[in-house]
C-alpha cells in the first residue's frame, strides 16, 4: 500500500488527563508500524486484567493480515497476485478482499466513476507513485494511454468471493480504502478483548469507540489543510464511528505556477483543478470514512455536498477561498455531521 498516501497526518487527537481515570483502569497505548506509516493505540482496560504484550500482538497480527492481502507491495499478497495474473479467468479472494472491493464497487458507481481503485497507471504518469516525481505536464498522449488502462466498472468484477479481470492488464491499489479496512480490522480484535472504550489511529485515520479516558466523547482537531502548517482547523466529537480526512496539500508540484496534486480524477485523467483542499468523513466503519473521503474531495464541494445528503453521510469540506488575494478557508459540512456536532 503506497506509503505516500498512508503517511498523511490530517488531524490532531485533543490531550486527555489519563489522572481522571477512576480507580482500578488502566489505559494501554499501542504504537507501531504498518502499511508505509505509524499507528498509535489508546485503550482503557476497565479490568484491569489486560496483558499489553497479547494485545500488542493481536494487534500486529490482524494488521499483517490485512497487509498479506491487500498490500500492492508485497508481491505474495492476494491483490499482488491478481494484478500480477494476465487471464480474465476468476480469481478466488478472501472474504475480506471482497469486501472491501464490493464496497469499492458501490462508491465507484455512487460517484459516477470518480473514485476508482484502478486509477494506478494515472497516478504513476502524473509522478504520485512509489520512486516516481515529475515536474512538468504528461503529454495528451500518455494521459490517453494511462486513461485506456483504467476504468473499475469496466476492468474488475467481483462476485462469489472472485475477482474477475475483463481487460487482462487491469491492476488494483486499494490505498484509499484498505487502510480504513484494516483499521476496523483493529478495532474488532480490541472488541475481542472486551475493550469497549478505545481509539485506533493509522496514518491519519481513525476509529472511536465508547468515552476517553476523561469519560468524554473522543475530541479530533481536524488540521487547517496548508502543507507547512499543523494548526487546527476544527475540533470534532467522534464516538463508535470511523473518521478520515483526504486532502491535497501535502503531495503536490508545481508546474508554471499551478499546483498539481496527487487527486486524480478517474474520468478526466487529470487532477482536480477545485479549491476543496480537504474533505473529512465520519461514517459507521473507517473503510467507508476513508473512502468516501477520497471520493468527495475528487467530486469537490459543490457535487460532494449534494451526495453526502442524498446518502446523509457525515462530512465536512474546507475550501480555499476563491476571492483574489484571500488565503483563508471557508467550511462547509453535510446536514449529517452538523447533526453529529450538535
Known amino acids: 500500500m503506497n506509503p505516500l498516501t498512508f503517511s498523511r497526518r490530517s488531524f490532531l487527537v485533543m490531550p486527555f488527563a489519563l489522572a481522571a481515570c477512576k480507580k482500578g483502569w488502566s489505559v494501554l497505548e499501542l504504537t507501531g508500524l504498518t502499511m508505509g506509516t505509524s499507528y498509535s493505540i489508546a485503550a482503557i482496560d476497565h479490568s484491569n486484567k489486560i496483558e499489553k504484550a497479547d494485545l500488542q500482538k493481536a494487534v500486529d497480527a490482524s494488521l499483517a493480515q490485512v497487509n498479506a492481502q491487500m498490500s500492492n507491495w508485497d508481491a505474495s499478497s492476494e491483490i499482488s497476485r491478481f494484478n500480477a495474473a494476465g487471464a480474465t479467468d476468476h480469481f478466488a479472494v478472501s472474504p475480506e478482499v471482497a469486501q472491501v472491493m464490493s464496497a469499492a464497487h458501490e462508491i465507484n458507481a455512487a460517484t459516477e ?86 481509539m485506533v489511529e493509522v496514518g491519519g485515520d481513525l476509529y472511536t469507540a465508547g468515552k476517553n479516558p476523561d469519560g468524554q466523547p473522543w475530541h479530533i482537531g481536524i488540521e487547517t489543510p496548508e502543507a507547512f502548517n499543523r494548526g487546527v482547523q476544527q475540533v470534532v466529537a467522534v464516538s463508535d464511528m470511523g473518521m478520515a480526512t483526504s486532502g491535497d496539500y501535502r503531495n503536490f508540484f508545481d508546474f508554471e ?86
Open 113 to 198: 466513476g470518480r473514485f476508482d481503485v484502478t486509477v494506478g497507471p494515472l497516478i504513476d504518469l502524473w509522478g504520485f507513485g512509489a520512486g516516481k516525481t515529475r515536474s512538468d505536464m504528461p503529454s495528451e498522449a500518455e494521459i490517453a494511454q494511462a486513461l485506456a488502462c483504467c476504468g473499475q466498472s469496466q476492468s474488475v468484477a467481483v462476485g462469489n468471493g472472485a475477482l474477475q479481470k475483463m481487460r487482462p492488464e487491469a491492476e488494483v491499489y486499494l490505498s484509499a480504502i484498505g487502510k480504513g479496512f484494516g483499521i476496523d480490522q483493529v478495532a474488532r480484535t480490541l472488541a475481542s478483548f472486551g475493550i469497549t472504550d478505545y
Open 257 to 342: 505556477g499551478k499546483r498539481y496534486s496527487h487527486i486524480i480524477d478517474a474520468t478526466t485523467g487529470r487532477p482536480v483543478t477545485h479549491n476543496t483542499a480537504s474533505v473529512t468523513v465520519m461514517a459507521e466503519n473507517t473503510m467507508l470514512a476513508d473512502a468516501w473521503a477520497t471520493a468527495l474531495l475528487v467530486m469537490g464541494r459543490e457535487r460532494g455536498l449534494e451526495i453526502a445528503n442524498q446518502r446523509d453521510m457525515a462530512a465536512l469540506f474546507i475550501d480555499r477561498s476563491g476571492k483574489a488575494g484571500d488565503k483563508g478557508f471557508e467550511i462547509t459540512a453535510s446536514d449529517r455531521f452538523t447533526a453529529l456536532q450538535a
